[in-house]
């Protein structure tokens, strides 16, 4: 919000976005997770991410110091260095 962005809260099909970030005609799809160290966790955060079949951004923010390989084009970030960009 910060940034300008209308900030939403909902579902895309039968799956939950934890939120989508609008501004103008840019589009931004976000999962949010304290942790995606474990598959079974990543799954659950990328899945409803990869049900989306746009070409907007998609990003699974976390605390975790490292950031995963994503198929599908979706993006992992450590939320405090996403926080802080500009």
Known sequence: M????????????DKEVDFTARRGAELEYFQVAKTVRSDDTYEREASPLEAVRDNFPKTI????GFMRGAPDGIKHKNLIRWLLEE
Do not use: N, P, Q
């Not at 910060?2 to 099909?13: I, S």
């Not at 923010?61 to 975790?64: I, K, P, T, V």
């Open 61 to 64: 923010l976390s605390m975790d």
């Open 2 to 13: 910060r940034a300008k962005y209308e900030v939403t809260v909902g579902r895309y099909g």
